[in-house]
């Protein structure tokens, strides 16, 4: 169903966007396009087609979770301004 030139000043003035007149023809002919590009790709069959969340079929990489660095907790506390049971000490900021 194309768009006349009043359902694209319509649009416009819904959205609050100062349109011309040329300027709404214009985007008539866009919208017309790509409305047309969306008509053709829904006549196409697709059934039996199976969704995919991308056109290759690739995977992420993920790395072994194992631990890489020493445990250096009681150098960075010994280090802090305020510690307490273990706990980092920081001032109150919302009351």
Known sequence: MPLS????????MLARI???DS???SYQ???????SLI??????D???VEPMSHAQDVYQRLRAD????????????????QVE????????VIE
Request: charged content about 20%; glycine content about 6%.
């Open 5 to 12: 030139l009043q359902d694209v000043k319509r649009v416009a």
């Open 18 to 20: 100062a349109v011309s």
């Open 23 to 25: 300027e709404a023809a």
């Open 29 to 35: 002919q866009q919208l017309n396009g790509i409305f």
């Open 39 to 44: 008509e053709q790709m829904q006549a196409v």
């Open 46 to 48: 697709t059934r039996g």
């Open 66 to 81: 194992v631990v890489t660095e020493t445990n250096q907790r009681e150098k960075f506390q010994a280090i802090a301004p």
């Open 85 to 92: 049971a273990g706990l980092y000490l920081v001032p109150q």
